[in-house]
C-alpha cells in the first residue's frame, strides 16, 4: 500500500452521472493505478438500482465465502470457475480472468477463467510477464488497475495496451490477490462491449471476492507443500529402512545368482566334452532364464518399494499386501533366528490404500520388532502379523512381537519424530508410518505386551466403509470436511470475535452455543452435552487455562481448543501439558480451526468411549465377592492357582472355582485379560485383602 497518496475512482452522482471520487489509500485497502477518470458512456444506473446490486453482491459474497470454506484442495480450482460466472452475471460483466503468480520469482500465469462469449475467453497463450508487464508491477505493488476506457492507460503502459486492444476490454478493474502481503496473483473483471463506472462500493467487494480467492490459493498451494514434504520424509525413511535390509536382499539375490553361476560353469564343461547332451544343457539353460527371472524380480521389487512417489489409493487385498512384504521379509527373520508368521483370514474386505506406503508400514514395524527381538538373550524369538476386522469400515493390522517390550517412560513420546532408543536410529520411522497412516484415514498405536515384548496396531478404511470419500481424502489430500455436525460451545468476551466464530461454524453443520465467559459456560445445564468447547485465553475473571482445569476435573473427555491474541510460550506449554486440544494464535485461517475442532472431537470420542469402558470395567469389579475381588487381584498379579491358595489359605479347587466366576464375572477369556483390566482398574494385591496371608499385608 502507499501512503499519502490521493488517486481518483469514478463514482456516481446521485443523479446517475459520473464525477471524480478521491480515494486516499492510507485509510485501508489496496492501492489504485492508472487514469480513473474520463467519459463514460454506460447508461447511468439510479440510485436505488446500486443499492440493489450492492445488497445483492453481498449475499454472493457471503455465499461465495461459505462455499470455500467446504470445498476440499481439490474443488478450489473449479469453485474458483463457478464464482467468477456467478460474479460476472450478477455484475453484468463480460469476462473475468485469474492469474497466479508465484511468490518466488514473479512469474505469472493465467489459470482461471469465465466469459458469457466462451470464444472472448482471455487467452491462456499470452504471457502476463512479456506481454503485460506494467500490469504485472502494479500487481506486486499491490495496487489496483482502474480504466474505464483502455486509452487512460499511461504512457508506460503502452505494450499493456497494444497486448489488450485487439482482445480487451471497453472497460476493466484489475485486483491484486493477496495474502498476509504477498501477491500470489491477480483478479480482472472486464466489460467488454461497452464503457462502464467502477463505483468505490463496488471496488471494495470486488476485492473482498480477490481476497477469498487469495485464501483459497493459499490454502491450495500450502497443502501441495505439505504433501510434497510427506512425500520425501516418507522416502528418506524407505530408504533407511533399505539400508537395514542390504543383508536379506544380498542372500536373496545370491540363490539366484548362484544357480545362474553353477549352470553356466556346467554348460561351459558340458560343451568341452566330445559328445555335449544337448538336453542337460538346454535344462541348465532353461534354469539360468528361471533364475535371471527371479532376480529381476526381486530387484523389481525393491524398487518399487523405495521409489519415490505419492501416495495412490486403490483397492488392495489384505492377503496380497502381506504375501509381498513376507518375501521382501523372509531372508531378514531367518538371518536374525526369528520365527515369522502372518495370519490374514478370508474373507476380509479389500482396503483403500496405497500399498506400497502400507508395506513401508509393515517393514518398519517388523524389522523395529525384530531389533526388539534381538535385544533378549534368552526367550522366545517370535514375531506375528495378522490381520482382521476393526471397527465397522475399518481393517485392523495387528504386529506382534517377543522383544524387549516399551518402557513407560518411552511411550509417550514413542511416535515423536527424531525421538529414538536405538544407537544409530534416526527417529523417524514411527513419526513416517503414523503419518501414513493418518494420510489413509486410520491410525496407528502401540501398547506394552502382557506376556513380554510390544504390540502395534493399526486401521486402515475398507474399501467400501465410511472412510474411503471423507477421512481418506481429507487426510490424503489435507483437505478439510466435517467429521459430522456437533455441538460445540464458543466462549468469548469479545461479542464480534465470539460472534465470527458461532457464524463459520454454523455455516461448517456444526451446531453452536455462545457464552461471553468462562462463568456463563460452566453453569450451563448442556455442559456434558458438548463435543467440542472453543475458548478465548484472556477474559475477566475465569480465563481459558482455569477453564481447561475445570473441565480436566469435572469433563476429561470434553476436549478444549484455546484461542488467544497473544500467545506466549509459558501459556502454550502449560495449556499442551494440562490436555488442550489445540492452542491457536489469533488471527487463524478458518480451515486450520475446522481441522483443529474436527482432530479434538475425535480424539475426545475416544475419551468418551475409554471413559465407558472403564465405567464398565468398574461396574463388574463391582458385582465380585470380597473373595472374588482377592483372587481377580493374586492372579492379574501372576500367580498360580496353587500360589493363591496358599495365600488365602485356601483349597485349590476353592480357587480354581474362585477363578471360573471371576473369569465369567469380568467377561475375561485369559488371564492376560485379567492383567490389562487389573491395570486399568489400578488393582493391586495389598489393596482388597484383610485375610491374606503371607506376602500380602492387611487391608
Known amino acids: 500500500m502507499i501512503k499519502g497518496v490521493t488517486l481518483a475512482l469514478p463514482a456516481l452522482r446521485p443523479d446517475g452521472?459520473?464525477?471524480?471520487?478521491?480515494?486516499?489509500?492510507?485509510?485501508?485497502?489496496?492501492?489504485?493505478?492508472?487514469?480513473?477518470?474520463?467519459?463514460?458512456?454506460?447508461?447511468?444506473?439510479?440510485?436505488?438500482?446500486?443499492?440493489?446490486?450492492?445488497r445483492e453482491?453481498?449475499?454472493?459474497?457471503?455465499?461465495?465465502?461459505?462455499?470455500?470454506?467446504?470445498?476440499?484442495?481439490?474443488?478450489?480450482?473449479?469453485?474458483?470457475?463457478?464464482?467468477?460466472?456467478?460474479?460476472?452475471?450478477?455484475?453484468?460483466?463480460?469476462?473475468?480472468?485469474?492469474?497466479?503468480i508465484d511468490p518466488s520469482n514473479g512469474a505469472a500465469a493465467i489459470t482461471h477463467g469465465w466469459a458469457c462469449d466462451p470464444a472472448r475467453v482471455f487467452p491462456t497463450s499470452i504471457d502476463p510477464n512479456?506481454?503485460?508487464?506494467?500490469?504485472?508491477?502494479?500487481?506486486?505493488?499491490?495496487?489496483?488497475?482502474?480504466?474505464?476506457?483502455?486509452?487512460?492507460?499511461?504512457?508506460?503502459?503502452?505494450?499493456?495496451?497494444?497486448?489488450?486492444?485487439?482482445?480487451?476490454?471497453?472497460?476493466?478493474?484489475?485486483?491484486?490477490?493477496?495474502?498476509?502481503?504477498?501477491?500470489?496473483?491477480?483478479?480482472?473483471?472486464?466489460?467488454?462491449?461497452?464503457?462502464?463506472?467502477?463505483?468505490?462500493?463496488?471496488?471494495?467487494?470486488?476485492?473482498?471476492?480477490?481476497?477469498?480467492?487469495?485464501?483459497?490459493?493459499?490454502?491450495?498451494?500450502?497443502?501441495?507443500?505439505?504433501?510434497?514434504?510427506?512425500?520425501?520424509?516418507?522416502?528418506?525413511s524407505r530408504v533407511a529402512t533399505l539400508g537395514e535390509l542390504t543383508a536379506s536382499l544380498a542372500h536373496e539375490l545370491n540363490q539366484p545368482l548362484g544357480t545362474i553361476l553353477s549352470n553356466t560353469e556346467a554348460v561351459q564343461l558340458l560343451l568341452q566334452s566330445a559328445r555335449p547332451d544337448m538336453m542337460e544343457i538346454?535344462?541348465?539353460?532353461?534354469?539360468?532364464?528361471?533364475?535371471?527371472?527371479?532376480?529381476?524380480?526381486?530387484?523389481?521389487?525393491?524398487?518399487?518399494?523405495?521409489?519415490?512417489?505419492?501416495?495412490?489409493?486403490?483397492?488392495?487385498?489384505?492377503?496380497?499386501?502381506?504375501?509381498?512384504?513376507?518375501?521382501?521379509?523372509?531372508?531378514?527373520?531367518?538371518?536374525?533366528?526369528?520365527?515369522?508368521?502372518?495370519?490374514?483370514?478370508?474373507?476380509?474386505?479389500?482396503?483403500?490404500?496405497?500399498?506400497?506406503?502400507?508395506?513401508?508400514?509393515?517393514?518398519?514395524?517388523?524389522l523395529n520388532g525384530f531389533d526388539s527381538i534381538c535385544a533378549v538373550q534368552n526367550g522366545k524369538r517370535e514375531l506375528s502379523v495378522n490381520a482382521s476386522m476393526g471397527q465397522p469400515g475399518f481393517t485392523q493390522f495387528t504386529v506382534r512381537d517377543s522383544g524387549t517390550g516399551i518402557s513407560p517412560e518411552v511411550m509417550p513420546r514413542l511416535f515423536d519424530p527424531f525421538f529414538t532408543t536405538k544407537p544409530n536410529g534416526m527417529g523417524m520411522g514411527l513419526a513416517v508410518a503414523r503419518s501414513i497412516i493418518e494420510a489413509h484415514g486410520g491410525r496407528l498405536w502401540a501398547v506394552d505386551n502382557p506376556e513380554g515384548g510390544a504390540i502395534f496396531e493399526f486401521t486402515v478404511p475398507s474399501a467400501a466403509?465410511?472412510?474411503?470419500?471423507?477421512?481418506?481424502?481429507?487426510?490424503?489430500?489435507?483437505?478439510?470436511?466435517?467429521?459430522?455436525?456437533?455441538?460445540?460451545?464458543?466462549?468469548?468476551?469479545?461479542?464480534?470475535?465470539?460472534?465470527?466464530?458461532?457464524?463459520?461454524?454454523?455455516?461448517?453443520?456444526?451446531?453452536?452455543?455462545?457464552?461471553?465467559?468462562?462463568?456463563?459456560?460452566?453453569?450451563?445445564?448442556?455442559?456434558?452435552?458438548?463435543s467440542c468447547v472453543v475458548s478465548d485465553v484472556r477474559m475477566p475473571g475465569v480465563d481459558g487455562l482455569e477453564l481447561q482445569e475445570t473441565l480436566r476435573a469435572k469433563y476429561p473427555y470434553v476436549p478444549i481448543l484455546l484461542i488467544t491474541g497473544d500467545a506466549g510460550v509459558p501459556d502454550s506449554v502449560k495449556a499442551m501439558k494440562s490436555g488442550a486440544a489445540d492452542f491457536l494464535e489469533k488471527p487463524v485461517k478458518s480451515e486450520v480451526l475446522l481441522e483443529a475442532i474436527d482432530q479434538a472431537i475425535v480424539r475426545g470420542d475416544r475419551s468418551r468411549s475409554a471413559a465407558r469402558e472403564l465405567n464398565e470395567l468398574k461396574l463388574r469389579f463391582q458385582r465380585l465377592t470380597p473373595r472374588e475381588r482377592q483372587v481377580f487381584a493374586l492372579v492379574s498379579a501372576g500367580l498360580l492357582n496353587k500360589q493363591v491358595a496358599?495365600?488365602?489359605?485356601?483349597?485349590?479347587?476353592?480357587?480354581?472355582?474362585?477363578?471360573g466366576r471371576v473369569m465369567h464375572k469380568m467377561r475375561a477369556e485369559s488371564a492376560a485379560e485379567l492383567v490389562v483390566m487389573a491395570d486399568r482398574l489400578g488393582v493391586r494385591p495389598a489393596d482388597d485383602f484383610s485375610n491374606a496371608k503371607g506376602r500380602l499385608k492387611p487391608g
Not at 22 to 46: E, L
Not at 307 to 316: A, F, I, P, T
Not at 650 to 658: D, S, Y
Request: hydrophobic fraction near 40%; include cysteine; proline fraction near 5%.
Open 646 to 659: 496358599a495365600e488365602l489359605g485356601a483349597a485349590e479347587k476353592t480357587i480354581k472355582q474362585h477363578r
Open 57 to 100: 453482491f453481498e449475499h454472493l459474497i457471503a455465499d461465495i465465502s461459505r462455499n470455500f470454506v467446504r470445498a476440499t484442495v481439490d474443488d478450489i480450482d473449479s469453485e474458483i470457475n463457478r464464482s467468477l460466472q456467478r460474479v460476472c452475471l450478477l455484475l453484468g460483466l463480460d469476462r473475468s480472468t485469474l492469474a497466479q
Open 17 to 54: 452521472s459520473d464525477f471524480v471520487q478521491s480515494h486516499d489509500p492510507s485509510a485501508g485497502g489496496t492501492s489504485t493505478s492508472g487514469a480513473t477518470s474520463g467519459k463514460v458512456s454506460a447508461s447511468p444506473a439510479t440510485p436505488r438500482a446500486i443499492v440493489d446490486e450492492t
Open 130 to 236: 512479456r506481454f503485460l508487464p506494467w500490469h504485472k508491477q502494479k500487481m506486486l505493488a499491490r495496487e489496483m488497475i482502474i480504466y474505464s476506457d483502455l486509452d487512460e492507460l499511461p504512457q508506460e503502459a503502452a505494450i499493456d495496451r497494444e497486448t489488450l486492444r485487439p482482445i480487451g476490454p471497453k472497460s476493466a478493474i484489475v485486483l491484486p490477490v493477496t495474502v498476509g502481503g504477498v501477491t500470489f496473483g491477480a483478479l480482472a473483471f472486464d466489460a467488454m462491449y461497452e464503457h462502464r463506472p467502477w463505483p468505490p462500493e463496488l471496488v471494495q467487494q470486488l476485492q473482498f471476492v480477490a481476497d477469498i480467492f487469495g485464501h483459497a490459493l493459499d490454502r491450495k498451494w500450502s497443502v501441495a507443500d505439505s504433501l510434497r514434504l510427506q512425500n520425501e520424509l516418507a522416502h528418506v
Open 282 to 366: 538346454g535344462a541348465a539353460l532353461d534354469e539360468i532364464a528361471e533364475s535371471d527371472k527371479r532376480a529381476t524380480e526381486i530387484i523389481r521389487r525393491f524398487r518399487a518399494l523405495f521409489k519415490r512417489g505419492e501416495l495412490n489409493k486403490s483397492r488392495c487385498s489384505p492377503a496380497a499386501l502381506f504375501e509381498v512384504v513376507q518375501r521382501v521379509i523372509k531372508s531378514e527373520a531367518a538371518i536374525r533366528g526369528v520365527t515369522l508368521s502372518f495370519d490374514c483370514p478370508s474373507p476380509l474386505p479389500p482396503i483403500l490404500a496405497d500399498s506400497i506406503a502400507l508395506q513401508q508400514v509393515l517393514l518398519n514395524l517388523i
Open 465 to 530: 466403509g465410511p472412510g474411503e470419500h471423507g477421512a481418506a481424502n481429507e487426510a490424503g489430500h489435507t483437505s478439510y470436511q466435517i467429521v459430522q455436525p456437533r455441538k460445540i460451545a464458543v466462549i468469548d468476551d469479545d461479542y464480534l470475535q465470539r460472534s465470527s466464530l458461532l457464524r463459520l461454524l454454523a455455516s461448517a453443520g456444526h451446531e453452536v452455543r455462545g457464552f461471553g465467559s468462562a462463568t456463563e459456560f460452566l453453569v450451563s445445564p448442556e455442559l456434558d452435552g458438548f
